[in-house]
């Protein structure tokens, strides 16, 4: 019997039978060519449908030219896309999986960067997306968006997809128009619920009229507590009800969060999991008709089978999970549930590449995105089966060992320390970052599987290497913290002035608790990234007094993009950690620091018992010039220090070139 019992049976919606509740939901992959769907964006579907999904939701489709809002977006109003989304709609449908599209539109939040438009909504209120106004739509505008949405689902049907979902969440024009804050009009399209919700309704009773019966209508919607102008939960479950009344709406399906609090849209580790689970238990119970949907933090099958069999909602929706692992429904199906590579929530290469409008991909996951290269997360065998030596167990070394492995090779990899993971670990080991340890047993128990032979406490020298043997030599040997403290925005200094009056350490220090810190600490993060912050979030949590000081104009400048920014600093605040933005570390006293004002030049002195310097590390490599003859790979921060996502591609991409 299955270990997720509910989550592995199939069901029933309207003409189609689902092979299981495990939903690839829709999300901007922002992989268009000029428009169209092309070869990267349906391998990247089909690897989804290959790896079990039930049912996949392709990227939301802008139904009309006021509605664009990426770089990627594929064309709106246009029959030119049909035989395109054919090409890709069937390859999906014969693995397998039933297969949607989500028709959207942003309304007032849009990008007219990219779409040279207005942006129509309800009442001419201003963009949350960027620091534009919007259009107060007239009625025949109305009605050309009403004809635009049921259009856009009859080029759909055309193209063979099995339905359509309407996008009504994160108060998108649908929801701008259902909610009487965004919604201040006096005709037949605002004030009652009646009127608020004509738009939707006609749109729902359009797209069944022109599509017929045997065509799948979902609905996405949203829930938030952070803003009393949003929807609560009994609100959100009327206007759901009103629409699934008709009998038109096959499911509906619930996430979190919103252009008004965006960190809940896609949580990353900062926020909790299973976010929607009070609303999907409320429109459970109260439809008659249509199935109903959680998605936002349900990471984990464990968490996908609580909600399911608890009764709160009838199918899931995984999204990040199944970017992070294409095969995880798959792989619950054959009870392999421990093979399932875990998404470690972190946004840096899904929504942080999709927020500078690039085509996304994974951290731990770099096929994703290439699978028309790559083939996918599938490995050939190699003709050849070498001996493989890989030097280190970060990030670069763990993967490339691994798919050498999995393409046939014999692998050994030797790791200096007592526990594979390298800085990656200590990066696990910050506050709500556990799931980057999971990871890390997550590779162990791969190597087991592929008879990797994992060596520790193993430091190797040029002579070492060369006794060993190998056919081909990974070197994947990190780097370390700069020795000199210096840094970018004070570049005439040189090394940190009164770097030796000690006490001044790098994180890896702090996370490894071989650094003696005292009570007050300024922690100086130069990278606005987790490296820093982590560790000022670790210090606070153990009861320093910190002090954040950044060159930057403000705090966890590179989380912007993952959204992880605004959580995170929220709750250094409430630690009571001080920020102290645009400074930079003039000198250290041994018993503080002399603090420049980057916009000013002024000094101030902050008394503290240490100093800790998050500034850029330097490449550790002592080997591959003295290995020159053996050709090895140098992968990961070995060549350069960079953050995570690069050292896993490189670590990828050798074990695939062996």
Request: proline share 5%.
């Amino acid at each position: 019997m299955s270990d997720f019992p509910r989550l592995t049976s199939s069901y029933r919606l309207r003409h189609k039978t689902v092979r299981n509740r495990v939903t690839f939901g829709a999300h901007t992959a922002n992989m268009s060519e000029n428009g169209l769907p092309g070869a990267q964006f349906g391998a990247y579907l089909l690897e989804r449908a290959l790896g079990g999904a039930g049912m996949i939701v392709a990227e939301p489709m802008p139904v009309h030219r006021t509605g664009v809002l990426t770089r990627g977006n594929f064309l709106p109003e246009t029959d030119d896309i049909i035989p395109a989304f054919r090409r890709i709609v069937e390859p999906v449908q014969e693995a397998g999986a039933v297969i949607l599209q989500q028709l959207y539109h942003v309304g007032a939040h849009g990008d007219s960067d990219l779409s040279f438009a207005p942006h129509w909504g309800p009442s001419g209120l201003p963009s949350y997306h960027d620091s534009d106004g919007s259009h107060a739509m007239t009625g025949a505008e109305i009605e050309e968006m009403i004809a635009a949405f049921i259009a856009a689902a009859v080029r759909c049907r055309k193209a063979g997809f099995d339905g359509v979902e309407i996008w009504a969440a994160y108060h998108s024009l649908l929801e701008q128009f259902w909610t009487p804050w965004s919604n201040r009009r006096d005709d037949d399209w605002g004030g009652s619920l009646a009127n608020r919700t004509r738009l939707s309704m006609r749109i729902l009773e359009g797209i069944r009229a022109a599509c017929g019966e045997d065509f799948i209508v979902g609905m996405s919607v949203s829930w938030s507590d952070t803003y009393p102008v949003l929807h609560d939960i009994d609100e959100l479950t009327e206007i759901v009800a009103l629409h699934d009344a008709t009998g038109h709406l096959d499911y509906v399906t619930c996430g979190s969060g919103g252009y008004l609090d965006f960190e809940q849209l896609m949580p990353t580790f900062a926020v909790g999991e299973k976010l929607t689970v009070p609303a999907t238990l409320a429109l459970k119970q109260a439809l008659t008709h249509a199935r109903v949907q959680a998605e936002s933090g349900i990471r984990t099958p464990e968490n996908a089978e609580t909600v399911l069999s608890s009764g709160e909602a009838d199918m899931v929706s995984i999204v990040r999970g199944q970017i992070a692992d294409p095969h995880l429904a798959r792989k619950l199906t054959e009870g392999r549930a421990a093979d399932i590579r875990g998404c470690i929530s972190c946004n840096q290469m899904c929504w942080g590449r999709r927020s500078r409008d690039y085509w996304i991909s994974c951290l731990i996951n770099p096929s994703a995105g290439r699978e028309h290269i790559w083939g996918g997360d599938r490995f050939s065998v190699s003709d050849t089966a070498q001996h493989v030596l890989v030097v280190g167990g970060g990030p670069a070394g763990l993967e490339a060992a691994r798919v050498a492995a999995e393409r046939g090779h014999r692998v050994e990899l030797h790791e200096a320390a007592p526990m594979i993971g390298g800085q990656f670990r200590l990066a696990g080991e910050q506050p709500r970052r556990a799931q980057i340890l999971d990871l890390l047993d997550w590779y162990e128990r791969q190597f087991a599987r592929l008879g990797v032979t994992l060596r520790l406490n193993s430091f190797l020298d040029a002579d070492d290497i060369r006794a060993i043997g190998a056919d081909r030599v990974i070197l994947a040997t990190g780097s370390l913290p700069d020795e000199d403290a210096t840094q970018r925005w004070l570049p005439q200094l040189g090394t940190l002035p009164g770097l030796a009056n000690g006490q001044v350490h790098a994180p890896e220090d702090v996370m490894r608790r071989e650094a003696r810190l005292g009570d007050a600490v300024i922690v100086y993060d130069e990278g606005g990234t987790m490296r820093g912050l982590g560790t000022a979030w670790h210090l606070a949590e153990a009861g320093h007094r910190v002090t954040l000081v950044t060159p930057d104009p403000m705090v966890g400048r590179e989380l912007v993009r993952t959204s992880a920014d605004i959580p995170i600093r929220a709750t250094l605040a409430r630690l009571g950690v001080r920020f102290l933005t645009e400074h930079a570390i003039a000198h250290w006293h041994g018993q503080g620091a002399r603090l420049r004002n980057l916009l000013t030049g002024e000094e101030m002195d902050e008394p503290a018992s240490a100093l800790v310097m998050s500034t850029t590390n330097r490449a550790f490599d002592p080997l591959s010039a003295e290995l020159a003859d053996l050709s090895p790979i140098l992968v990961g921060d070995a060549q350069a220090p960079r953050q995570a996502p690069y050292a896993f591609y490189e670590g990828r991409r050798a074990g695939m070139e062996i």
